[in-house]
Structure formats: structure tokens, C-alpha cells
């Protein structure tokens, strides 16, 4: 299954190579990123943090670096699911049909993780 991103983006992926580095992190789990398991409030503690001559500055900038890219594909992608359910709402479907098309919906556009 293909991965989509969704069309109304953020404008750092507005070319092909950056729409090609974003698409890259729709699949990929917040674990295997730089410094993954470390969470958003620790990598952004540390940056802060750190000395500017810290040897580890480099490892923590660029973990922070792909921890905001990612963050941002995930809410671009949180907004489509978002808008997807108030058009459910607003259609007034009965809540297992909305819950059916949201699914599916989110296996479109997010793509299968096992591969």
C-alpha cells in the first residue's frame, strides 16, 4: 500500500525532496528515530541544556532535528483524521459506520507498518 501524506502540508515540504524526506516519516516509528526513546521533554531539556562546546551537543541537535520533522508529519496527519471525523459528525453517521471509514481511512493514508 502506497503512503500519503496529506495534500494541505506545511510549506518546508512543498518541494519534491523535501515532500520525499517528509513521506519518510509517515512510516517510520518514533522509536527508531535519533534518540527515540527519549522523550520530548528530556530531548528538549537537553538541548537547552548543554553547553556549547558539549561534545554531544551535535547528537542532541540533530535528534531534536528529526523529533520535530516527525512530530510535524504526525500532526499534519492528525489534522486529516480530524477533519475526516467532523465530516463524519456533521453527516450524523451512526458512530460504527464513522468508526469503519476512520479505519480505513487511516490504513490509507498511513500505509500498512508491517511490511
Known amino acids: 500500500m502506497t503512503t500519503k501524506i496529506p495534500d494541505a502540508v506545511p510549506g518546508h515540504w512543498e518541494t519534491p525532496a523535501g515532500k520525499q524526506m517528509a513521506e519518510g516519516y509517515v512510516d517510520s516509528p518514533r522509536i ?3 534518540m527515540g526513546d ?5 530531548l ?7 553547553d ?5 551537543l551535535l ?14 508529519v504526525q500532526l499534519a496527519l492528525a489534522k486529516e483524521f480530524a477533519s475526516f471525523v467532523r465530516e463524519g459528525c456533521d453527516q450524523a453517521l451512526p458512530s460504527e459506520t464513522l468508526l469503519q471509514q476512520f ?5 490509507a493514508i498511513v ?5
Request: aromatic residues 10%; charged residues 30%.
Open 38 to 42: 527519549v522523550s520530548d521533554f528530556v
Open 103 to 107: 479505519r480505513e481511512r487511516a490504513v
Open 52 to 56: 556549547r562546546h558539549s561534545l554531544d
Open 111 to 115: 500505509g500498512e507498518r508491517r511490511g
Open 44 to 50: 528538549a531539556n537537553e538541548v537547552y541544556m548543554l
Open 32 to 34: 527508531g528515530l535519533c
Open 59 to 72: 547528537a542532541y541537535q540533530t535528534a531534536a532535528k528529526d523529533r520535530i520533522r516527525w512530530l510535524s
